[in-house]
């Protein structure tokens, strides 16, 4: 467990599952409970349950904190958080240890990097406001880094 949801999700359709197999004489159709792996790395996870065929003609729902309780949200296109893995190269310039100023000091300025993009993703943006679409506060925020 590292409490992130998918204890939640693991258990929700469990017991998902459990009920509908009881109460399967009182309806019609087809469920799928489906556990997506890596659902926070795309490609990793939701490439692959696309590619095996397992959403082909399937409505989807995802748990959602802000969903009232005994509420089902479905919608189409992106609804829920993400990350994304991307590399950002940086470099320096060496320089004798006599004279540093002389160099461009590659660790620092990968450190720093590090902090100012974690103040701009941790604190100035609404994790439901995705940042391929930055608000005005958040692209003022990203120029003033």
Do not use: W
């Not at 359709?13 to 159709?29: D, M, T």
């Not at 082909?56 to 994304?84: F, Q, R, S, W």
């Amino acid at each position: 467990m590292h409490a992130c949801g998918h204890d939640a999700h693991a258990a929700m359709g469990y017991a998902a599952s459990v009920l509908l197999e009881r109460q399967k004489q009182s309806f019609s159709g087809t469920v799928r409970i489906i556990f997506q792996p890596a659902e926070e790395a795309e490609p990793l996870g939701g490439r692959r349950v696309v590619e095996e065929g397992l959403l082909d003609e399937v409505d989807a729902a995802h748990v959602d904190p802000y969903t009232a309780t005994g509420k089902i949200a479905v919608g189409a296109g992106p609804y829920t958080l993400a990350c994304d893995i991307f590399d950002i190269t940086i470099t320096g310039n060496s320089a004798h240890a006599a004279k540093p100023s002389e160099g461009v000091d590659a660790i620092a300025v990968a450190c720093s990097t590090v902090t100012e993009l974690q103040k701009i993703v941790s604190r100035q943006i609404d994790p439901y406001d995705p940042l391929s679409s930055p608000s005005p506060a958040s692209k003022a925020a990203a120029l003033t880094m």
